[in-house]
Nanobody, 125 residues
Framework: QVHLVETGGGLAQAGGPLRLSCAAAGRTFSTYALGWFRQAPGKEREFVAA????????YYEDSVKGRFTISRDNAKSAVYLQMNSLKPEDTAIYYC??????????????????WGQGTQVTVSS
């Protein structure tokens, strides 16, 4: 498994940007697919975005397509989520997740074996 720590959450205004970072500790970071999930109060955790271990394939939940961008830097063992045009409904705790091995774009949280502690994102209207 890989140890994950998210940073960059906070308060943002609707329409504004926010960038989340996730630092990973693990010797085989480059072989992990990485994803971001979020959980709003009273709701289940949901998929936001993911990137393959090579970085060549990215996947997004429909509501964030065109607004959010996931990227990774294997040299820095980090994954990022650039969030633009934020909406109040983006308010949630955002979690970084990692999956070792082949990844074909699953949106299921159970397919990711390592998780960070989460970072709060609050979007004010």
């Amino acid at each position: 498994q890989v140890h994950l720590v998210e940073t960059g959450g906070g308060l943002a205004q609707a329409g504004g940007p926010l960038r989340l970072s996730c630092a990973a500790a693990g010797r085989t970071f480059s072989t992990y697919a990485l994803g971001w999930f979020r959980q709003a109060p009273g709701k289940e955790r949901e998929f936001v975005a993911a990137v393959s271990w090579t970085g060549s394939n990215t996947y997004y939940e429909d509501s964030v397509k065109g607004r959010f961008t996931i990227s990774r830097d294997n040299a820095k063992s980090a994954v990022y989520l650039q969030m633009n045009s934020l909406k109040p409904e983006d308010t949630a705790i955002y979690y970084c997740a990692a999956r070792e091995g082949v990844y074909s774009g699953s949106f299921y949280s159970m397919d990711f074996g390592s998780w960070g502690q989460g970072t709060q994102v609050t979007v004010s209207s």
